[in-house]
């Protein structure tokens, strides 16, 4: 597959006319997304040739924002109108979150770095967790969980993306497995699904709440990116 291929399966793997809510809303980022597959920290991972130093930033960021994502499906699940979303949630803020920190722990304590040290959230990563954390708790449930939706989708999208390459880097591998993995895509596709569900009587400016609030995440996703390669 060409590099150009590489760059527009997933976009039109989708369809071209919205049949749900979620079509509609990937296709909002479809701009982004491809933006982000571009990203030479992506295209570092799938090649190997992301240096160290900024996979461990992102590392370091990325746990943090765990630690806040985590909160925020807590309150997300405090709110949810059935007791299976509730749980669901509840699950993906304990078990789901855990699996994912243990996987940079472990990482790190490979590059010689404490997992446990005190580090400060980078600018980009803080103004994401705020976002969220402020639509779990403010907003309706469908617009908080649109909010939360593109970590879930895009990391899942671009694992299976990278997946076709794969990687040298043993530990970027790793890495793209997380996320390409079936477990991980059945999680996704549930939360997809509930969100479909969840604006089927909503009125079009809480559609609208929610496309807002999915295309700023999906921004955030691209940023995060963007600050962990610019890092020093």
């Not at 939706?149 to 997946?163: A, D, H, R, S, T």
């Not at 040298?168 to 079936?182: P, S």
């Not at 909503?202 to 940023?223: N, W």
Request: with cysteine.
């Amino acid at each position: 597959m060409n590099r150009r291929s590489f760059l527009a399966f997933p976009l039109a793997a989708r369809a071209a006319t919205p049949s749900k809510f979620s079509d509609e809303l990937w296709q909002a980022i479809a701009g982004i997304y491809a933006k982000t597959l571009r990203h030479p920290f992506l295209q570092g991972l799938r090649d190997g040739s992301l240096p160290r130093s900024k996979f461990q930033h992102y590392l370091v960021q990325d746990a943090l924002y765990l630690g806040a994502f985590s909160k925020a499906l807590l309150d997300l699940a405090a709110h949810a109108p059935r007791p299976e979303w509730k749980d669901q949630f509840t699950s993906d803020a304990t078990e789901a979150v855990a699996t994912e920190k243990q996987m940079h722990s472990q990482i790190l304590a490979s590059y010689g770095v404490n997992p446990d040290t005190p580090a400060r959230m980078s600018p980009v990563n803080r103004a994401y967790t705020v976002h969220l954390l402020n639509a779990c708790s403010k907003e309706t449930f469908a617009a908080g969980l649109a909010a939360m939706l593109p970590c879930y989708w895009i990391y899942w999208e671009v694992g299976k993306q990278l997946k076709q390459h794969g990687s040298t880097n043993k530990d970027y591998q790793r890495w793209i497995d997380q996320y390409a993995g079936e477990e991980y895509g059945i999680t996704v596709r549930k939360v997809i699904a509930i969100l479909d569900e969840a604006v089927v009587n909503a009125k079009p400016p809480e559609r609208a709440r929610c496309r807002k609030l999915f295309t700023q995440s999906a921004q955030f996703e691209h940023d995060f990116w963007d600050s962990a390669w610019k890092s020093s």
